[in-house]
């Protein structure tokens, strides 16, 4: 018996209703669409999914986030309606809580970028020691040949012309990175290749870091949005000067627990800005108590073997660039693809209007045509490299991806916007079952101990009253004491149901 469930045994028991959830059960994920995948990223799923047994598109997520950190160096997607080019970049979102095998399955989807950074370390162990040199010969000969100029200006200028240019350090062995600062990615750019990938199976600790902070939200939301768009890096930092990056490009898979992504979702500085409209989101049903021991399929290996060649071939060829940045080659639909995105488009446009189906997710529904646009670009080239317009199949299986996130984002639309007294209310209840444990609470013990989002008296208020309302606490007449200290605002706490069943 918990701490909780033996305090509150020792407490005279209340007659009271059962209390009311907090908020509206989600209906039911569908399933994700796996045939839309194309043969290579299909196969890969669903052999994860035989392998791990994780929900559908815990795996989907996890092998469609790296064909496109694969992609996106190679490509980019020609928008039909404007001619504006945008990059082959997906940011995704996969909402599962622990213990749903996130970690595994996002390590069979990532194997090929490991393999891929562990060539690129060996090349970097044997290339830094040869640029260290060459630097250190530069700089000798620089100093040598203006001694020999005799402080003569254009004598001088002209040895150091001679000399030419410093020598080019290799890049940073990386391609994924975890828990960034927007300063500390920017700063990476710099010095790794131009492609990169923020994954996370446990995005909760990126989420809630430093780079999201209250503080620096907004900022981290801009940056983000601005290379989804693959927009130029800027910087302008004390110490290190003002530079400007292009070509670079940023996919992103994260993976969060259910609250983290309420929080997130709910965020209104970031559906504001625009980030929120950018993610491709996925919370499927949990699997838990139906993973049986079992081998897993014989063609599981074959398919993660194809799906590893593949994707490695895709990461080790060259990439188009210019001034250390990429260049990526224009790749525009055929005609038929064209009216497949067109009819697409025109119809998620008189769908989000005013009552319409994604009214709701409106923001979210202005970029689903450019979603599509991207995913069906990414399987084009995971089919084939060299392929010279998409065609009209693949652009098909971008809008069938694209139909599912949109019932996605439509599904967890309440979920996202939950108000915050709620959001509160709900970390609250949480602490109180799990940290706070005794039977009494008092408000002062909500404000000063805790969660860190209700550290003020009204804040902390607002969240009694909204578990107050739903039957979680219960106002205790004239008070009461609490570990030795009389409180004159003070509740009884109403244990979790699975806890009442047990008493």
Same mark, same amino acid.
């Given at each position: 018996?918990?701490?909780?469930?033996?305090a509150?045994?020792?407490a005279?028991?209340a007659q009271?209703?059962?209390?009311?959830?907090l908020?509206?059960a989600l209906p039911?994920?569908?399933?994700f669409?796996?045939? *839309?995948?194309?043969?290579?990223?299909?196969?890969?799923?669903?052999a994860?999914?035989?392998?791990?047994?994780?929900p559908?598109?815990?795996?989907?997520?996890?092998v469609?986030? &790296?064909?496109? =950190?694969?992609?996106?160096?190679?490509?980019? $997607? $020609?928008?039909?309606?404007t001619?504006?080019?945008?990059?082959l970049s997906?940011f995704?979102?996969? $909402?599962?809580?622990?213990?749903e095998?996130?970690?595994?399955a996002?390590?069979?989807? #990532?194997?090929?970028?490991?393999?891929?950074?562990?060539?690129?370390?060996?090349?970097?162990?044997?290339?830094?020691?040869k640029?260290? %040199?060459?630097?250190? &010969?530069?700089?000798? +000969?620089?100093?040598?040949?203006?001694?020999?100029?005799k402080?003569?200006f254009e004598?001088?200028?002209?040895?150091?012309? +001679?000399?030419?240019?410093?020598?080019?350090?290799?890049p940073?062995?990386m391609?994924?990175?975890?828990?960034?600062t927007?300063?500390?990615l920017?700063?990476?750019?710099g010095?790794?290749?131009? @492609?990169?990938?923020l !994954?996370?199976?446990?995005a909760g600790? !990126?989420?809630?870091g430093?780079?999201?902070?209250?503080? %620096?939200?907004?900022?981290?939301?801009?940056?983000?949005?601005?290379?989804?768009?693959?927009?130029?890096?800027?910087?302008?930092?004390?110490?290190?000067?003002a530079?400007?990056?292009p070509?670079r490009r940023?996919?992103?898979h994260l993976?969060?627990?259910?609250?983290?992504a309420?929080? =997130?979702?709910? %965020?209104?500085?970031l559906?504001?800005?625009? #980030?929120?409209?950018?993610?491709l989101?996925?919370?499927?049903?949990?699997l &838990?108590g139906?993973?049986?021991?079992?081998?897993?399929?014989p063609? @599981?290996?074959?398919?993660?073997?194809?799906?590893?060649?593949?994707?490695?071939?895709?990461l *080790?060829?060259? *990439?188009?660039?210019?001034?250390?940045g990429?260049k990526?080659?224009?790749?525009?639909?055929?005609y038929?693809? @064209?009216?497949?995105?067109?009819?697409? +488009?025109?119809?998620?446009?008189?769908?989000?209007?005013?009552?319409?189906?994604?009214?709701?997710?409106r923001? !979210?529904?202005?970029?689903?045509?450019?979603h599509?646009?991207?995913? &069906?670009?990414? =399987?084009e080239?995971?089919?084939?490299?060299?392929?010279?317009?998409?065609?009209?199949?693949?652009?098909?299986?971008?809008? +069938?991806?694209?139909? !599912?996130?949109?019932s996605?984002?439509?599904?967890?639309?309440?979920a996202?916007?939950?108000?915050?007294?709620?959001?509160q209310?709900?970390?609250?209840?949480?602490?109180?079952? %799990?940290?706070w444990?005794?039977? =009494?609470?008092g408000?002062?013990?909500?404000y000063?101990?805790g969660?860190?989002?209700?550290?003020?008296?009204?804040?902390?208020?607002a969240?009694?009253?909204?578990?107050?309302?739903?039957?979680?606490l219960?106002p205790?007449t004239?008070?009461?004491?609490?570990d030795?200290?009389?409180?004159?605002d003070?509740?009884r706490?109403?244990?979790?149901?699975?806890?009442?069943?047990?008493?």
């Open positions: 018996m918990s701490r909780f469930a033996s509150l045994a020792a005279e028991p009271t209703p059962e209390p009311l959830p908020r509206r039911p994920a569908e399933p669409p796996l045939e *839309a995948l194309g043969p290579v990223l299909e196969g890969a799923a669903r994860i999914m035989d392998r791990v047994q994780c559908d598109a815990i795996a989907a997520q996890s469609l986030g &790296a064909a496109s =950190l694969a992609a996106q160096a190679h490509a980019d $997607v $020609v928008i039909p309606a001619g504006h080019i945008r990059p997906l995704l979102v996969t $909402v599962a809580a622990s213990g095998r996130k970690s595994a996002d390590g069979e989807a #990532l194997r090929p970028i490991h393999d891929r950074e562990e060539v690129l370390r060996e090349y970097h162990a044997i290339a830094r020691p640029y260290e %040199n060459s630097q250190l &010969a530069w700089d000798d +000969a620089r100093k040598k040949a203006l001694g020999k100029c402080g003569d004598a001088g200028r002209a040895a150091l012309d +001679a000399i030419g240019p410093p020598p080019t350090p290799p940073a062995p391609l994924l990175v975890r828990e960034p927007l300063g500390g920017h700063k990476l750019f010095v790794s290749g131009p @492609s990169l990938g !994954f996370s199976d446990e600790s !990126f989420l809630g430093h780079g999201m902070s209250e503080d %620096n939200r907004l900022q981290m939301g801009a940056g983000l949005s601005e290379l989804w768009d693959g927009k130029a890096i800027s910087r302008v930092r004390v110490g290190d000067g530079s400007i990056l070509g940023l996919a992103a993976m969060v627990q259910p609250g983290v309420d929080r =997130l979702l709910s %965020n209104v500085e559906s504001q800005q625009g #980030l929120l409209s950018r993610l989101v996925a919370a499927p049903p949990s &838990a139906t993973r049986m021991q079992r081998p897993t399929g063609g @599981s290996a074959i398919a993660l073997a194809a799906y590893r060649s593949r994707l490695g071939e895709m *080790a060829a060259d *990439a188009s660039m210019h001034d250390s990429l990526p080659r224009r790749l525009e639909l055929d038929r693809a @064209s009216c497949v995105w067109a009819a697409f +488009a025109d119809e998620t446009e008189q769908a989000l209007g005013p009552g319409g189906a994604l009214e709701p997710i923001g !979210f529904s202005n970029k689903l045509p450019e599509a646009l991207r995913m &069906a670009a990414v =399987l080239l995971v089919a084939d490299s060299e392929v010279g317009l998409i065609g009209p199949r693949s652009m098909e299986t971008g809008v +069938a991806l694209a139909r !599912f996130y949109a996605e984002a439509l599904r967890l639309f309440h996202g916007s939950i108000p915050a007294a709620v959001m209310a709900e970390q609250l209840l949480h602490w109180l079952h %799990n940290v444990g005794q039977r =009494l609470v408000i002062a013990h909500v000063q101990r969660p860190n989002s209700i550290r003020t008296k009204a804040k902390a208020r969240a009694i009253d909204v578990l107050e309302e739903h039957g979680w219960h205790v004239d008070g009461a004491e609490i030795g200290k009389r409180h004159r003070a509740w706490i109403v244990p979790p149901l699975s806890q009442v069943s047990r008493l």
